[in-house]
Nanobody, 125 residues
Framework: QVQLVESGGGLVQAGGSLRLSCAAS????????MGWFRQAPGKEREFVAA????????VVADSVKGRATISRDNAKNAVYLQMNSLKPEDTAVYYC??????????????????WGRGTQVTVSS
């Protein structure tokens, strides 16, 4: 079992930056694909970015491409999402998730077995 805790959210002005962190406990994230998802009130949870165990392969959603970078530090059992040039439409609860599957990056939330409770990102206009 994996426990995930997100941090780093907050209130920022449009154009600002945040670095979200996800700390894991319970066991290491060995071989887990790690993903970031976000969910705005009344909307479905959407894929933001994911990274393989090796850290060398990532997928970033078009909505944040060029503005978001996902990375992981396996020694620290952590994953990060750096977001720049934030827009009001980025406002959402951001969730960290772990997929202990075959190591392939999947875009669907249903593919991820472990979830954090989320961290709120609010971008003011």
């Amino acid at each position: 079992q994996v426990q995930l805790v997100e941090s780093g959210g907050g209130l920022v002005q449009a154009g600002g930056s945040l670095r979200l962190s996800c700390a894991a406990s319970g066991r290491t994230l060995y071989n887990c694909v790690m993903g970031w998802f976000r969910q705005a009130p009344g909307k479905e949870r959407e894929f933001v970015a994911a990274v393989k165990w090796s850290g060398g392969s990532t997928v970033v959603a078009d909505s944040v491409k060029g503005r978001a970078t996902i990375s992981r530090d396996n020694a620290k059992n952590a994953v990060y999402l750096q977001m720049n040039s934030l827009k009001p439409e980025d406002t959402a609860v951001y969730y960290c998730a772990a997929d202990p599957g075959r190591g392939l990056i999947r875009l669907g939330p249903q593919s991820y077995d472990y979830w954090g409770r989320g961290t709120q990102v609010t971008v003011s206009s």
